[in-house]
């Protein structure tokens, strides 16, 4: 199957600093890249969608300057927290679609963010 | 309004014995993807099956068999003759054709706890 990866694997940074996720689909054009967020023991949560070479699409309640989405390639989209506080502490996964087969998504391993 | 239902929230077995997990889904497009993705303790998504909704066909893959009904809206998952290595968080989605086309929307997860 295709393989998407995430960089970093976990992270932990301090209050108020900014910080990156990468999600990049290595063997496969993706025109289409989700972003999700988990809580400890809960499901995930769709944040946005994002779209190669268009602003990307926040489900309700997230907000887009708190999560800035890039997809600026076909087989890269970064998510970064700006300003990270404790509550933004949670595993975020990333997935990937081809064009116009959006019902099969490849899942990259996740990240797990901190923030002290 | 929730969209997947996984009512279940721990089911704890012994090893061998069988376990089903329950998804019941909601939805008023004809056409739509079912989903079941396991979680083990390191996060990282396994796609286990996806099933649309004009296969009816119950599948067996191994030790997993699935009972896709339309009639009851449900899509469950059975594991045989369960191992130590099936203890994990399984999750129930559905991808909806005509509102939301490609996000998926995920039940509340089961946790599967298999002891020896």
């Known amino acids: 199957g295709a393989v998407v990866s995430q960089h970093p694997s976990r992270v932990i940074c301090k209050s108020g600093t900014s910080v990156k996720i990468e999600c990049r689909s290595l063997?496969?054009?993706?025109?289409?890249m989700f972003w999700y967020r988990q809580f400890p023991k809960k499901s995930l949560m769709l944040m946005a969608t994002?779209?190669?070479?268009?602003?990307?699409?926040?489900e309700q309640g997230v907000e887009k300057d708190k999560f800035l989405i890039n997809h600026a390639s076909l087989t890269l989209s970064t998510l970064t927290v700006t300003s990270a506080h404790p509550e933004d502490s949670s595993f975020y996964i990333c997935?990937?679609?081809?064009?116009?087969?959006?019902?099969?998504?490849?899942f990259g391993p996740g990240t797990r963010l901190l923030v002290l | 309004a929730q969209k997947v239902t996984q009512a279940q929230t721990e089911i704890s077995v012994v090893e061998k014995e069988d376990v089903t997990l329950d998804c019941v889904y909601e939805?008023?497009?004809?056409?739509?993807?079912l989903f079941w993705y396991k979680q083990p303790p390191s996060g990282e998504l396994v796609f286990l099956i996806r099933?649309?909704?004009?296969?009816?066909q119950n599948e067996i893959s191994g030790r997993y068999s699935w009972n896709f009904q339309k009639s009851t809206s449900s899509f469950n998952f059975t594991i045989t003759a369960s191992q130590v290595v099936d203890s994990a968080v399984y999750f129930c989605?559905?991808?909806?054709?005509?509102?939301?086309?490609?996000?998926?929307?995920f039940g509340a997860g089961t946790q599967v706890v298999v002891t020896p």
């Open positions: 989605a559905l991808i909806m054709t005509t509102d939301s086309w490609g996000k998926l929307q």
């Open positions: 994002s779209n190669e070479g268009s602003k990307a699409t926040y």
């Open positions: 063997d496969f054009q993706a025109t289409t």
């Open positions: 997935s990937a679609t081809r064009r116009l087969v959006p019902e099969t998504q490849y």
């Open positions: 939805t008023r497009d004809t056409t739509y993807y």
């Open positions: 099933r649309n909704s004009f296969d009816e």
